[in-house]
């Protein structure tokens, strides 16, 4: 039975004696979804990844300045994430593998500790995203100005999520007795643990899709404004009124896509968060903590959580990775190419690439329009000083 200074982190404690054949088949089945989430997950993950490792070699401008360093690291850490799991896979059907005590506890250590990591990681470089969308709208100066931003900031999300979990290493151990990762309490306290615990529950999920969802909202309801503005000064009023129909069309689409992949997204996190706080603040008993239903519950959520890094990946590779790495007379030259990668594979960015080195010789298209300056490979208007009071009021 679970002791009490224990948190299960991967199936429940029920013996085999214990558990009917309809559970053990479900549980089963779970495994077997596990299998094929990592087997479509990590190659669509590793394809993604070396896209992006290619774009950063062959437009290093480019992917500094826009969502390609986000994108770059939510391929990293949902591939670490999967990995995990196929460990978890592994170590929970109890196999005899010719290793040690020691290893079994470390790859159960670095494990828990790389899942809760890369989630982290994942869900605030989309965060990032959000953030870098707002402020090419509301703050297009700011914007334009903040070169190294996403690489920094990636790197700074990277580091605060390694220190808000590395306590996991010290309190994370193998329990052979029932082929599962616990975690042990923090200094022998209930309280310290399921604190840190909710912190990184709401620095992990709950703060950030929080945030998300105001970002993404207010650029959305803000897309019809901005184009309108856009166009207001033009003197051929019927053909910028096709174009304005034409962007807001264009624009709304993309970011109406952009947006249901992020509540799939927040839909696939939610049963596991959900499970993680009722039972983080005492509405779980430990009868019903180890009893069938739990079982079931806990499998299907699960299924929903491990869903989201391979969901992610599939979704990069055949919808936004295929358009930017086809090949076209289009995109022979190295700047074409460039632009074209990063205003397919940062559609989701919805937001005009920065000026890089080669755009002041290389993109005769940037004109001024009244007093608004629009490329003609973006989808955004870039206001200069003397509006830029209108844009953000």
């Not at 070396?50 to 401008?61: E, N």
């Not at 151990?173 to 709401?202: G, P, R, V």
């Not at 993680?276 to 903590?289: H, K, P, Q, S, Y």
């Not at 289009?330 to 190419?337: D, I, L, V």
């Amino acid at each position: 039975e679970m002791s009490t200074n224990h948190v299960n982190w991967t199936t429940d404690v029920l013996t085999a004696e214990m558990i009917p054949i309809d559970v053990a088949l479900f549980v089963l089945l779970g495994y077997v979804v596990y299998l094929l989430l990592i087997l479509i997950g990590i190659p669509a993950n590793v394809f993604v990844l070396q896209r992006m490792l290619h774009f950063r070699r062959k437009c290093p401008d480019t992917y500094r300045a826009g969502t390609g360093a986000c994108l770059l690291a939510m391929s990293v850490a949902d591939l670490v994430a999967l990995i995990s799991i196929l460990f978890f896979c592994i170590m929970s059907f109890g196999l005899e593998l010719p290793f040690s005590a020691f290893v079994y506890r470390w790859v159960c250590k670095i494990s828990i500790f790389s899942m809760h990591t890369a989630t982290s990681v994942a869900i605030w470089s989309w965060l990032l995203m959000s953030i870098l969308r707002w402020l090419a709208l509301y703050r297009p100066l700011m914007y334009h100005t903040l070169f190294n931003l996403p690489v920094r900031a990636v790197a700074l999300i990277t580091l605060a999520a390694s220190l808000t979990n590395v306590w996991l290493l010290f309190t994370v151990d193998f329990n052979f007795d029932s082929n599962t990762c616990m975690q042990h309490w923090l200094f022998e306290s209930e309280a310290i643990s399921k604190f840190l615990l909710l912190a990184e529950m709401i620095w992990s999920f709950f703060l950030p899709i929080l945030v998300v969802a105001y970002l993404d909202l207010s650029t959305l309801l803000s897309i019809p404004r901005l184009i309108s503005a856009r166009y207001q000064n033009s003197l051929l009023h019927n053909e910028a009124h096709a174009q304005q129909q034409h962007l807001k069309k264009s624009s709304t689409k993309t970011l109406l896509r952009w947006l249901a992949i992020a509540l799939i997204d927040i839909l696939l996190n939610a049963p596991e968060n959900i499970r993680r706080l009722i039972t983080i603040l005492g509405f779980v008993t430990d009868e019903f903590a180890v009893s069938y239903e739990m079982t079931i519950l806990r499998t299907v959520s699960d299924i929903f959580y491990y869903s989201q890094y391979s969901f992610n990946a599939a979704y990069l590779a055949l919808f936004i990775y295929d358009r930017a790495t086809s090949s076209g007379s289009t995109r022979r030259e190295n700047h074409s190419s460039c632009t074209h990668i990063v205003n397919h594979s940062a559609t989701v960015g919805l937001f005009p690439p920065r000026p890089t080195v080669s755009s002041s010789t290389d993109q005769p298209s940037l004109r001024v329009h009244g007093r608004i300056a629009k490329s003609r490979s973006s989808h955004f208007l870039v206001p200069d000083t003397r509006t830029r009071r209108a844009h953000e009021v």
